[in-house]
Every structure is written in C-alpha cells, then in structure tokens.
C-alpha cells in the first residue's frame, strides 16, 4: 500500500452551529481507521474544539466570529473579542491559518464548506495551491460540503499578472476533489450551484449522507440511561438549537406536551444549544412547566440519547436530520426558516412514516399537539439507515494516495529531465 499522505490539515470556520465541526470529525476519524500513522491537524473558529482533542486530534483555535441569522444583513461580528473590530480578527485569522500552513505542510488541504473560507480569509492559501500546482510543492486540494448550500460559492478571485493586467482565477480549477456528503438525488451542487460545469463535473464526488456515530457504535439502553441519569421511562427529546424564536418554539412544545398529559408518562429532555443567549436560557429554566422537564446543556454525541428516545424535536439541520435517518426514531422536524431555505429543501427528501414536517407557524398554531400524538401513537416505522463513515474515509484517502502517487511521480519526473538538460 502506498502512503504518499502523511499530513492532512483540515478547515472548518463554525460561525453559526457546531455541525461543520461535526462533520469534519467525522471525515477524520473515517479516514483514520484504514491510516492511523496520518496526522491530522484542523483549523478552526469552532466552539467546543474538544470534540477534536477527546479524539487525539489537534486544533489551531481562530478567534471566533459570529453570524446574526435572524437580522435581515446576516450581520458578522467577534463572538467573543468585543473590544476588536471584525477587520483585525480577520486580519489576524488569516495570519494565523498561513503560519499553521507553512508549519504543517501538508499533504492535503480539506477546505470544509465555504470554497474561499469564512469572508474569504483562504484566498491567500488558495493562492499558494495555484502558484504551486502540477509542480514542487503542490498539495492535494479537497472541498467537502453537505450538498444544500446557502448561496453560489465565490468561483472567481482577481490577481494582478507580471503584465499589471487584471486577470482572474477559477477557484473550481484549483480544487482537485470536491466531494459532497450526500446523495445526487436530494440535490445535483453543479446544476444548483457550480454553473452546470463540465470540468468540475469531472471533480464532483457524491459520497452519500455522513454521520459521526455508525449504527453499529450506538451504545445500549442502560448505558445511555446512566450517562445522562435518567430514569428508565419513555423519552421525548427536544433540540431547537438557537434562533430567535427558539423560547416560543419551546414554550408551545412543552404546553402541547401537558395538553396530551405527557409530561408525567414521559422523560422530556430539552438540550440547549451553546449559542443560546443567556437570557432566553435562564427564561426558559425558569418557566413553571420547565419542572418537569430536564433542561441539559450541549452534550457532543446527542445522537446515543436520540437512538432511544421515543420522539424527537428538533431542527432539520444536516447532523440531526441525518441521526434521525441513522437511527429511524419518530421525529416532528421544524426547520428553521433562515438559510436561504436549507432545512425546508433538506425535509422534502424526509420519509413520511416516521417524520411529521412543520414550519415554524405550523408548530406555534394550536392543534399541533393533534398532529405530534398521532405521530406518537402510529405504528409504522422505518428502519435504520447505516451510513458508514469509514467507507467515505476509505474512498477519500485512496483517492488522495493516488492523486499524490501520480502528482509527485510527474513532478519527480519532471525534475529529472530538467537537471540533465
């Protein structure tokens, strides 16, 4: 077997949830059960990057930014360093990622999501790639994406040539793989997205869905009880993650709850999301109906809980609408209605046998507690769907081996001729 990739660097921004981290977790350790001996290094804005160190995995942690998806603008702004403007972050973040290239060398580069990086912060990176490609120096060039994005991605930067003429470079073409972490069927990204090109048609992997937990790897009942100390009682699982009409969303569900005298029958567990403001958090916890529900906050490796529970809440973002594919839990999905409509295209591809749909308006109305109970009483389910991350893994780095194997060889040769000339 050949080992021509000893090094992957990973990007990964997370400036609104915590599924590109997830994802790219998922993505590494994948890859990791077939190549133990690669390095692994991710640059990320991520919140919680001890997902990555509890899996031996290093992270260069960016100042993080966040995005306002409930303004209308989509504003950005520090998440954290208040006191500095968004231009010095950025500035910083850029100087950061070119340093931890130039340490690192890797053999590849996973560009996760956003083709330029968050607010094009890559560009310079992406530079590199295109000075450096076919020749000394190049390292793989991999784009890794869900498959529904928000928008068309930047395709073309400007560079000024030798000649001081303005010319531009096609992003698409630096990229060697573009691999998409879903099935062609629910969306086509050339058509959608990419211009229906040719070329990079030729690029464009459809790897299927991806989750962090394999079917096989879900633990037990009794196990999942005694990790989150619960009783041993059915379970209704709530997960709304963190836009602005999360406190009416979570207030309405737990009347609905009461109204169909659930809250005593069942276990209701309502995770808050760690982007959550503190205020709405300490309003909801304070709520009289919040007694009996247990409130827990952010827990990585949800989906345990989700596998057991016998209704689940949440949003249809890629992670969650995926577990519940993976595990085929009865599941009301309310997408959340920003995006530029992602999770409302993601839910039409949702199975109807265990899936009830509602908007966000659907849910507040009364008589949705009508709707969630006939879900809960139906008898129909679906089975589980095992996605497998090792087989994306696998298909990944024996691409990039021999990408490498071929690149190298050519440039080796190359060389050679050169030095007897």
Same mark, same amino acid.
């Given at each position: 077997?050949?080992?021509?990739?000893?090094?992957?660097?990973? %990007?990964?921004?997370?400036?609104? /949830? *915590?599924?590109?981290?997830?994802?790219?977790?998922?993505?590494?350790?994948?890859?990791?059960?077939?190549?133990?001996?690669? +390095?692994?290094?991710?640059?990320?804005?991520?919140?919680?990057?001890?997902? #990555? #160190?509890?899996?031996?995995?290093?992270?260069?942690? @960016?100042?993080?930014?966040? @995005?306002?998806?409930?303004? +209308?603008?989509?504003?950005?702004?520090?998440?954290?360093?208040?006191?500095?403007?968004?231009?010095?972050? #950025?500035?910083?973040?850029?100087?950061?990622?070119?340093?931890?290239?130039?340490?690192?060398?890797?053999?590849?580069?996973? &560009?996760?999501?956003?083709?330029? $990086?968050?607010?094009?912060?890559?560009?310079?990176?992406?530079?590199?790639?295109?000075?450096?490609? $076919?020749?000394? /120096?190049?390292?793989?060039?991999?784009?890794?994406?869900?498959?529904?994005?928000?928008?068309?991605?930047?395709?073309?930067?400007?560079?000024?040539?030798?000649?001081?003429?303005?010319?531009?470079?096609?992003?698409?073409?630096? %990229?060697?793989?573009?691999?998409?972490?879903?099935?062609?069927?629910?969306? +086509?990204?050339?058509?959608?997205?990419?211009?229906?090109?040719?070329?990079?048609?030729?690029?464009?992997?459809?790897? $299927?869905?991806?989750?962090?937990?394999?079917?096989?790897?879900?633990?037990?009942?009794?196990?999942?009880?005694?990790?989150?100390? *619960?009783?041993?009682?059915?379970?209704?699982?709530?997960?709304?993650?963190?836009?602005?009409?999360?406190?009416?969303?979570?207030?309405?569900?737990?009347?609905?709850?009461?109204?169909?005298?659930?809250?005593?029958?069942?276990?209701?567990?309502?995770?808050?999301?760690?982007?959550?403001?503190?205020?709405?958090?300490?309003? @909801?916890?304070?709520?009289?109906?919040?007694?009996?529900?247990?409130?827990?906050?952010?827990?990585?490796?949800?989906?345990?809980?989700?596998?057991?529970?016998?209704?689940?809440?949440?949003? =249809?973002?890629?992670?969650?609408?995926?577990?519940?594919?993976?595990?085929?839990?009865?599941?009301?999905?309310?997408?959340?209605?920003?995006?530029?409509?992602?999770?409302?295209?993601?839910?039409?591809?949702?199975?109807?046998?265990?899936?009830?749909?509602?908007?966000?308006?659907?849910?507040?109305?009364?008589?949705?507690?009508?709707?969630?109970? +006939?879900?809960?009483?139906?008898?129909?389910?679906?089975?589980?769907?095992?996605?497998?991350?090792? =087989?994306?893994?696998?298909? &990944?780095?024996?691409? @990039?081996?021999?990408? =490498?194997?071929?690149?190298?060889?050519?440039?080796?040769?190359?060389?050679? =001729?050169?030095?007897?000339?």
């Amino acid at each position: 077997m050949t080992t021509n990739i000893k090094r992957l660097l990973l %990007y990964t921004h997370n400036s609104i /949830g *915590l599924g590109h981290a997830f994802r790219t977790l998922a993505l590494i350790t994948g890859i990791r059960k077939w190549r133990p001996d690669i +390095d692994f290094l991710v640059i990320s804005s991520s919140s919680i990057p001890q997902i #990555f #160190f509890n899996e031996g995995i290093e992270v260069i942690k @960016l100042p993080s930014v966040k @995005l306002d998806i409930d303004s +209308d603008c989509n504003r950005m702004c520090p998440r954290y360093l208040t006191d500095f403007d968004l231009e010095t972050v #950025f500035e910083f973040r850029q100087r950061l990622i070119l340093e931890t290239f130039d340490f690192f060398k890797p053999d590849a580069l996973v &560009v996760e999501h956003n083709m330029t $990086g968050q607010m094009s912060e890559l560009i310079p990176l992406l530079m590199k790639k295109w000075m450096r490609k $076919g020749g000394q /120096g190049d390292f793989g060039l991999v784009h890794l994406n869900r498959g529904i994005m928000r928008w068309v991605p930047l395709l073309q930067i400007p560079y000024e040539n030798p000649r001081h003429r303005s010319e531009s470079i096609n992003i698409g073409e630096l %990229y060697d793989f573009m691999y998409v972490l879903e099935d062609r069927e629910v969306i +086509d990204i050339n058509k959608a997205f990419l211009g229906n090109d040719p070329e990079l048609e030729k690029k464009i992997r459809y790897l $299927g869905k991806i989750t962090n937990k394999v079917y096989d790897e879900l633990p037990g009942r009794e196990a999942v009880l005694s990790r989150f100390g *619960l009783p041993d009682r059915p379970i209704v699982l709530i997960s709304l993650g963190r836009n602005h009409r999360v406190a009416a969303l979570s207030i309405r569900l737990m009347e609905c709850l009461k109204q169909m005298d659930l809250l005593d029958k069942y276990q209701v567990v309502m995770v808050l999301d760690p982007y959550l403001d503190g205020d709405t958090k300490r309003a @909801l916890c304070a709520h009289p109906l919040s007694a009996k529900v247990e409130m827990r906050c952010f827990v990585p490796d949800l989906v345990d809980l989700l596998s057991h529970a016998d209704l689940v809440v949440s949003r =249809a973002g890629y992670n969650i609408f995926n577990e519940v594919l993976l595990t085929g839990a009865k599941a009301v999905l309310i997408p959340e209605s920003h995006g530029g409509g992602e999770q409302e295209q993601r839910v039409r591809s949702a199975p109807r046998e265990n899936i009830l749909v509602l908007t966000e308006d659907e849910a507040l109305l009364p008589g949705a507690e009508a709707a969630i109970f +006939d879900l809960l009483e139906q008898q129909s389910c679906r089975p589980p769907q095992k996605f497998d991350k090792y =087989a994306i893994g696998r298909v &990944v780095i024996d691409e @990039l081996e021999e990408w =490498a194997a071929n690149e190298r060889g050519h440039s080796a040769t190359e060389a050679g =001729a050169l030095s007897k000339m």
